[in-house]
């Protein structure tokens, strides 16, 4: 059980077979509190709302209380989200949900808890739902076509905030991944969304970014930092940096590696995330120094480490900074010795805490960081080995992959096919394929993202990253180097090339110390030198 949970009156069971089967004998609902360690809402409910003496009693006897960390649950966590952290959900004995809110007062949750009581007398299991995304097993597939891109791009128009950068007009949320789609579409918003978060997110005295802003004007940050969002962040500011040449753009990148690797460094990789204590984050620089920085949660995630491999290979693939290279190097080996076997990857291990094993996430994340490993250092690892375990384990027969093993108590035995982890596993395996040569690899993550493609016109800015992919696997594009990773051509292949490319090192194809440029599968010219390479780039006709 997590900390929190001593702070309350609560009785609290963990989510297991157990828990429900109680519910069921005793005609109980079961009271879900899904909650992650960064969250100042979260604390606050648990030494307010769980730790007054009636409610704690109210819940004690009447329902089963169920606690989640949804950091180390996230089967859960997708299955019963409601939109923020707390989620406080209501759930039936077969685990279907009565209803459900984020953060609640004592007034509130009294109100909550009469009206699931009069819900639950009236209609009891008859009452409970199975969100919308579990009901249907087949996503709406489609065709991978130009209009995919181009409904992205103009849904990148229409959602842009012209006055303050970012896309809507209420809360802003970074969206690296929709940054990196415009870097090369619509540049002028990817680097005004970046220079609002720069200058609105990121923590100068301490480092790393903030998670978003209430306001539409990039003001009232939220200060949890989260290790995957900051590394997302790393590799779009260094993308852009790369397009720009500009050192606006490179110092925050470094400036969040650096937090990452010391505020964030577990001393084998990166922690999982840093709490948001508002008093402590509103002081002024001199003031922080003696005063207590909030908690840092050390749980070594795959996925989230994974995501920061990436980004700390992608930083060093344009600056050759030798410590980022030692950290991502550090980092990639203690997941790949403590969390991969046979290419099945375990969410996180804690002393005798151990995360489930194969999920979507984090396969797809831990297969990023092998190939950016291998395109930018030249050290493959178990890459095949990963993306294979994740193709055979779990792609469904319509090309979508589950996002872990079909089992559990609640609703972890539906089958559930999301979006976004199966775009990033798309990506990674397209990078593999390039890689490798393997044209196994890109079939499968076509068909990954045609399992989806019906949706594509109803697709917003939230998931450019889709189109994105869509794009690549069109065309997709590798420079290839004859000659090892630290060569000369290959750490000029690494500069030159466009972010949506691969650079493949030691590559059978290309010319003895030059490099190749290859497109859709045609070679599209050589270079025998970087300035060779430069000119081919610029233009591959000449």
């Known amino acids: 059980m997590d900390d929190g949970a001593?702070?309350?009156?609560?009785?609290?069971?963990?989510?297991?077979?157990?828990?429900?089967e109680a519910a069921a004998r005793t005609g109980k609902p079961v009271l879900l509190a899904l909650v992650a360690p960064w969250s100042a809402e979260c604390r606050e409910m648990d030494e307010t709302t769980y730790a007054e003496p009636r409610i704690a009693a109210n819940v004690n006897d009447g329902f089963v209380p169920v606690r989640v960390d949804a950091d180390r649950r996230?089967?859960?966590?997708?299955?019963?989200?409601?939109?923020?952290?707390?989620?406080?959900?209501?759930?039936?004995?077969?685990?279907?949900?009565?209803?459900?809110?984020?953060?609640?007062?004592?007034?509130?949750?009294?109100?909550?808890?009469?009206?699931?009581?009069?819900?639950?007398?009236a209609k009891g299991e008859a009452a409970g739902s199975v969100p919308r995304g579990l009901q249907d097993e087949t996503?709406?597939?489609?065709?991978?076509?130009?209009?995919?891109?181009?409904?992205?791009?103009?849904?990148?128009?229409?959602?842009?905030?012209?006055?303050?950068?970012?896309?809507?007009?209420?809360?802003?949320?970074?969206?690296?991944?929709?940054?990196?789609?415009?870097?090369?579409?619509?540049?002028?918003?990817?680097?005004?969304?970046?220079?609002?978060?720069?200058?609105?997110?990121l923590d100068t005295h301490d480092g790393g970014f903030y998670?978003?802003?209430?306001?539409?004007?990039?003001?009232?940050?939220?200060?949890?930092?989260?290790?995957?969002?900051?590394?997302?962040?790393?590799?779009?500011?260094?993308?852009?940096?790369?397009?720009?040449?500009?050192?606006?753009?490179?110092e925050p990148a470094e400036r969040t590696v650096e937090y990452l690797t010391t505020t964030c460094w577990t001393g084998d990789a990166v922690a999982g995330s840093q709490g948001g204590d508002e008093d402590y984050f509103r002081l002024e620089s001199t003031e922080r120094t003696d005063a207590d920085p909030p908690p840092v949660d050390e749980t070594v995630f795959a996925d989230r480490n994974g995501l920061a491999v990436e980004a700390l290979c992608t930083l060093a693939a344009y600056t050759d900074d030798e410590r980022t290279i030692r950290y991502a190097e550090r980092a990639r080996d203690h997941v790949v010795d403590e969390l991969v076997a046979d290419g099945a990857v375990t969410h996180f291990r804690d002393g005798d805490a151990v995360g489930e094993t194969g999920l979507l996430l984090d396969q797809a994340r831990v297969l990023g960081a092998l190939t950016s490993s291998w395109s930018v250092l030249g050290e493959p690892g178990p890459a095949r080995a990963v993306a294979d375990w994740t193709i055979e384990s779990l792609q469904a027969d319509h090309g979508a992959f589950r996002d872990g093993p079909v089992d559990g108590p609640g609703l972890l035995d539906r089958p559930h096919y999301p979006l976004d982890p199966t775009v990033e596993l798309a990506d990674a395996l397209l990078d593999l394929a390039l890689l490798t040569g393997e044209d196994r690899y890109l079939g499968v993550a076509r068909d990954a993202l045609a399992a989806f493609a019906g949706a594509a016109d109803r697709?917003?800015?939230?998931?450019?990253?889709?189109?994105?992919?869509?794009?690549?696997?069109r065309e997709p594009a590798a420079i290839e180097v004859g000659a090892p990773a630290g060569s000369d051509i290959h750490r000029a292949a690494l500069r030159?090339?466009?972010?949506?490319?691969?650079?493949?090192?030691?590559?059978?194809?290309?010319?003895?110390?030059?490099?190749?440029?290859?497109?859709?599968?045609?070679?599209?010219?050589?270079?025998?030198?970087?300035?060779?390479?430069?000119?081919?780039?610029?233009?591959?006709?000449?």
Do not use: C
């Open 211 to 250: 998670r978003y802003a209430r306001n539409r004007n990039w003001g009232g940050a939220r200060r949890e930092k989260l290790t995957d969002e900051n590394a997302a962040l790393v590799r779009a500011f260094a993308h852009a940096y790369r397009y720009t040449g500009d050192e606006a753009f490179r």
């Open 459 to 473: 697709m917003g800015v939230e998931v450019a990253a889709y189109a994105a992919t869509v794009a690549r696997l």
């Open 74 to 121: 996230p089967r859960i966590r997708e299955r019963y989200n409601m939109g923020g952290f707390p989620s406080t959900v209501f759930l039936t004995p077969d685990g279907t949900i009565l209803t459900g809110a984020t953060f609640l007062g004592i007034d509130g949750f009294r109100q909550i808890l009469d009206g699931v009581r009069e819900t639950w007398d």
């Open 496 to 542: 030159l090339a466009d972010h949506e490319s691969v650079v493949v090192p030691d590559a059978a194809g290309a010319p003895d110390d030059g490099a190749r440029l290859v497109v859709d599968g045609e070679g599209q010219g050589t270079a025998a030198d970087p300035p060779g390479l430069e000119a081919l780039l610029t233009d591959p006709e000449a």
């Open 6 to 20: 001593a702070a309350t009156r609560v009785e609290w069971r963990e989510f297991e077979p157990a828990a429900f």
């Open 139 to 201: 996503p709406p597939a489609g065709t991978l076509d130009a209009r995919v891109e181009e409904h992205m791009v103009e849904q990148l128009l229409a959602a842009y905030d012209e006055e303050f950068g970012g896309w809507g007009t209420d809360v802003k949320f970074p969206m690296p991944r929709t940054v990196e789609f415009a870097l090369v579409r619509a540049r002028d918003q990817a680097l005004r969304t970046l220079e609002a978060i720069r200058t609105h997110l």
